[in-house]
Nanobody, 126 residues
């Protein structure tokens, strides 16, 4: 049974930082590309960042480029999202997701991911 569990969300002031973690179990983590997505109230789920199965490449949405960094530790079965210079518009529930297929490159399409975590709330407000 694949499980993805996010943590690290919370309330932060504009300009602050948070580091999200996603712990994976029930799968061979090191062969799957992983992604982060977010969903604000009343909006669609949007791509944030993805990292190739071996960590060799990343892909980041333009809206967060230069502020957010995705990384992974295959020994710990964990993917991270470091978020700096946070803005109120970054407020959303953040989800990690596993790509459907092994050994593929990064993707921004939600339909390419088959397992999702329960999400962690990030609120950026003064």
């Amino acid at each position: 049974q694949v499980q993805l569990v996010e943590s690290g969300g919370g309330l932060v002031q504009p300009g602050g930082s948070l580091r999200l973690s996603c712990a994976a179990s029930g799968l061979t983590f090191s062969v799957y590309t992983m992604g982060w997505f977010r969903q604000a109230p009343g909006k669609e789920r949007d791509f944030v960042a993805a990292i190739r199965w071996n960590g060799g490449s990343t892909y980041t949405a333009d809206s967060v480029k230069g502020r957010f960094t995705i990384s992974r530790d295959n020994a710990k079965n964990t993917v991270y999202l470091q978020m700096n210079s946070l803005k109120p518009e970054d407020t959303a529930v953040y989800y990690c997701a596993k790509h459907k297929y092994r050994y593929v490159s990064t993707s921004s399409r939600t339909g390419d991911y088959d397992y999702w975590g329960q999400g962690t709330q990030v609120t950026v407000s003064s």
